[in-house]
């Protein structure tokens, strides 16, 4: 049902003025005295426990990078450690009261954020739990190195196990967290509500916002928070990620129970740095990071600063969010102030900043502070707080002395066949539903839909029965094969979720949507703010959590602004996990034509450039459904590149056109569209039409028999059927409307001239669109590959059609002048 929403002139162009709430600055000022009715004595001692579990994991740390020993241990990290010194109140207040199905998101600096949620989640899981987690994670690979000189508790036990895979993951061992595979900035533990953490700034800002989204969607219990540093607060993903996280739709337009905001915090730990820049006072000029809740929304996003050299104070204003968003009134912004002593990484010598001003934050140590204020208030004593102290300093040693011996904690063989990341790149699981106990909301029945009751008067084939070719208008197009998919599959999976600019009333981009909006709550199928990073980012989050969903970006040169969530999240995430998640996003790029430079170019190979994505490109309307139906039924991240010049394109090439039900074109197999034998014409996309074309004329004026295949999938790709074709005609030219220069085209052809070097009669030729901006559609000719193009290449580089003259320069001198001129 489209919405009505109408701009009320006179409203509009009234004069007033906008007037701000104000927002409150380290309000509470409680002390534990004041606080002991609302903790048990042992709640607060394990609050000072806790943070100097931390201290101490950051103190060895600190002490194997500078001296490369702690405590007689001996090892050498190479790899990074952005440490936490001084930061322990704040993660310990903010985890104290979240519980496992409260989902932590982090940055760079997070070791002291993981261990103070893993440390709250093994108090509040009882023995059982723990131990089914422990025994059930990666096999029990972890408990079985910490299990071996266990003599307490299984909360002791569970403390262990937290420390050892955390710090065996920072040092990259099999036994890690991650199984070595994510390390010291990715770091994370799922079964505690420890989600990814992330070593791009400000990347958890749109992704956890996407995580959120997940848990509004699916109705799952708890919150979200993104744990961002205060310079990062300037990130792209974060302030896409904010808008995303405070539509107004949310409470405006969804339906119940889905109204309301997200269960989103989005925290700031605000130490005053970035590596050495300082946000308030430099690089920023919102002086009180807070302030940025009021640019966002009414409520100012419930924006607060609080104190977190204070962990009473954080855990309050936890609580007192929580709340917030409980009624449906998130999400919120915390500006949490701390301080880190460690430099931003244990080489940094500080040089940005006075001694005097980090002895100054010392003066007020958190730990040093608390422990003071339990002994002021009664709860211990200074011989509880020693021992407190000594014991945080045993189990450091203890996970230290495991992590660091090779014997007992050897890294991944990465040299093998069918070594951890051959294996874990891809989940490649076939999976219909991401849940299939629950079934899956939608308005109408499927058979109601007007838009397929119309399809069902078109035709499932380009051609009639008598074999003639049918308008295009009469028949089922790649827009509507993709929408037969799609809609198919919001019928089957309850997790899936459709979004991105204009999806909604608009109908999608092309078109591709219309008759979605009729079927589907806005929970389902929603417009996004023109946010492409946050488009991407958020699907990722909602991924990580377990959904499936499918966005969208209207032009693949958009792309460029969701380069860090699709090179560097969608792309990676599965690995880092070392197999422990999923990754089922589809992401549609459509490649554009007609509109000029910034609207009309082909990104593919930037795509397939980045290892973890699987890209597919087809260019008829059966492959199209058939590879939706793979990607939306498969649990890896797909780059579904579809081209503008075909989304009415018809079938005819299947017999019979279209098949009306569910089928898979499986990943990575070309298709040979046509047989021949003297050439073969290796397309992406849509120049499989342009090469029929030149074929047809090669055939009919030179004799040239041609075979045709249609790549459909760029990663993977199985060589197989392109080399067999190669052996029977031993020549091979290559078209795509990619710029020719480091296209998939090149490596397709570096790899069949390295496969079938001694089939080949002369090297192959590859034919892309010229190195040049795409020209306005007027002179667009001149830019992409056309059956003249080819017609030319194959003269000049591959057999010498007899009497023919080449259109236009394409000889080898031509080629070496372009890229000595880098066109
Ligand atoms: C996108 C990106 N840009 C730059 C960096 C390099 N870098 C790492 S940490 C950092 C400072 C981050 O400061 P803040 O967000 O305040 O977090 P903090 O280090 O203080 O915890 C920078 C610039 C990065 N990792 N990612
Ligand atoms: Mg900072």
Known sequence: MPKSQMIDTDQVRKSGFIEFKPIPVN???????????????????????????????????????????YEG????????????????????????????????????????????KGLSAIEKLDDETLMSVMTNYFDGQCLGIVEKDANGSVKDLATDFLLYGTLAEIFGREAGFNKGMGGSMHAFFTPFGIYPNNAIVGGSGDI????????????????????????????????????????????????????????LIMNFYNNFYGMGGQPCGETMGFEILA???????????????????????????????????????????????????????????????EKSEIEAWKEHDPIVHFAGELIGAGVCQQSRIDELEQQAGELI???????????????????????LLESTMYSNCKIESMEPDRKPETLLGIDENPRLKALANRSRSGFDENGERLRDTRCIGIRDALFEAIIDRFYVDPTLIAYGEEN????????????????????????????????????????????????????????????????????????????????????????????????????????????????????????????????????????????QRLYGQPEIFVPGGVPTGQYEVPFGEPAIRKEGKDLTILTIGATLYRAIEAAQELEAKYGISCEIIDARSIVPFNYEKVLDSVKKTHKILLTSDACERGSCLQTMAAKITRFAFDELDAPPVVLGARNWITPPDEVEDAFFPYPDDIIDAVHENIIPLKGYTVKRDCSTADQIRRSAEGI
């Not at 450690?81 to 940055?107: K, M, P, R, T």
């Not at 990754?583 to 190979?605: C, E, F, I, N």
């Open 27 to 69: 309000q509470y000022a409680k002390t534990v005295k004041d606080e002991l009715g609302r903790y048990e004595a042992d709640d607060l001692i394990r609050i000072q426990r806790d943070m100097m579990i931390i201290r101490a994991f950051e103190t060895m740390l600190n002490e194997i990078k500078l001296r490369g020993s």
């Open 73 to 116: 241990i001996e090892y050498s990290h190479k790899g990074p450690a952005h440490l936490s010194l001084g930061q322990e109140a704040a993660a310990v207040g903010q985890a104290y009261h979240l519980g496992i199905d409260d989902h932590i998101y982090g940055s760079h600096r997070s070791h002291g954020e993981i261990l103070a």
């Open 208 to 263: 956890s916002v996407g995580a959120a989204l997940f848990k509004k969607v699916n109705q799952k219990r708890g919150i979200v928070i993104g744990n961002i540093g205060d310079a990062a607060s300037s990130c792209g993903p974060v302030w896409e990620g904010l808008c995303l996280a405070t539509m107004d739709q949310y409470k405006k337009l969804w339906e119940e129970p889905y109204r309301g905001g997200l269960p």
């Open 291 to 353: 302030r940025l809740g009021a640019a966002l929304n009414v409520e100012q996003m419930h924006a607060e600063r609080v104190d977190g050299y204070n962990p009473l104070a954080v855990a309050d204003a936890i609580l007192r969010k929580r709340e917030i968003i409980e009624r449906g009134d998130g999400p919120v912004l915390l500006d949490t102030i701390t301080y880190r002593y460690s430099g931003h990484s244990p080489s940094d010598q500080s040089s940005y900043r």
């Open 397 to 419: 040693v203890r996970a230290c002395k495991k992590a660091v011996d090779l014997s007992v904690s050897p890294r991944a063989d990465l040299m093998k066949k069918h070594c």
């Open 504 to 643: 909604r009333d608009w109908g999608g981009a092309f078109a591709v949507y219309r008759g979605l909006t009729e079927a589907l709550g806005y929970h389902r199928l929603f417009n996004t703010p023109i946010s492409e990073g946050a488009i991407a980012g958020s699907a990722v989050g909602y991924a990580l959590e377990g959904g499936r969903a499918l966005v969208a970006l209207m032009y693949c040169d958009f792309l460029g602004r969701a380069g860090d969530e699709v090179f560097n999240q969608l792309s990676k995430w599965q690995a880092m996990s070392g197999g422990l998640l999923k990754m089922p996003v589809v992401l549609r790029v459509s490649v554009g034509s007609k509109y000029g430079a910034q609207h009309s170019q082909d990104w593919t190979s930037m795509c397939a450039h980045i290892p973890g994505l699987k890209v597919v490109f087809p260019a008829t309307p059966y492959d199209a459904k058939g590879l939706m139906y793979s990607a939306l039924t498969g649990t890896d991240p797909v780059v579904f590149f579809e081209s």
